[in-house]
């Protein structure tokens, strides 16, 4: 345990988690933000082929939605734990919506079919989002966010 600024104790892998999630999700940020500048020679250039790359630069825009939100949702749900919200349970829970609805999108447009490490990627990415928000329900029940 350790003892915060106000004065009441909060447990290590709390920290833990607030910050390695707030590291976490700001490299998902900055993959975000990148994704708005990836062209077919930029993909292919990091392994995908001509064919993949198409397919990711054809997907709708509501998919880039979905991901904003899990990763921004992920972020300022790190940041919540840190501070010890319990507000943090909601924000994680909008971002878990966001990744579902990205997951699902993938699965209908067949990214994960075409592009087969996507789907290792984002499942690694569903599941650091479920983790997370699985430990602001648990420390919220054990009263140490508030």
């Keep these: 345990?350790?003892?915060?600024?106000s004065g009441s104790r909060s447990p290590i892998w709390l920290w833990l988690a607030g910050g390695l999630g707030v590291l976490w999700n700001a490299y998902?940020?900055?993959?975000?933000?990148?994704?708005?500048?990836?062209?077919?020679a930029s993909l292919m250039?990091?392994?995908?082929?001509?064919s993949q790359a198409d397919?990711?630069?054809s997907l709708p825009g509501w998919i880039s939605v979905a991901f904003g939100v899990g990763v921004l949702g992920g972020l300022v749900g790190?940041?919540?734990?840190?501070?010890?919200?319990?507000?943090?349970?909601?924000?994680?829970?909008?971002?878990?919506?966001?990744?579902v609805i990205l997951f699902s999108g993938d699965v209908y447009y067949g990214v994960f079919a075409n592009i087969p490490t996507q789907l290792v990627i984002l499942t690694v990415v569903v599941v650091i989002a479920a983790?997370?928000?699985?430990?602001?329900?648990?420390?919220?029940?054990?009263?140490?966010?508030?």
């Design 131 to 146: 983790a997370l928000l699985w430990v602001s329900i648990y420390a919220k029940k054990r009263n140490f966010l508030t």
């Design 78 to 99: 790190s940041v919540a734990l840190l501070i010890k919200s319990a507000r943090a349970v909601a924000i994680f829970g909008v971002a878990m919506v966001g990744y």
């Design 55 to 57: 397919l990711y630069l």
């Design 45 to 50: 250039a990091v392994g995908m082929t001509a």
């Design 28 to 40: 998902g940020l900055y993959q975000f933000i990148a994704s708005f500048s990836q062209t077919k």
């Design 1 to 5: 345990m350790t003892v915060d600024s």
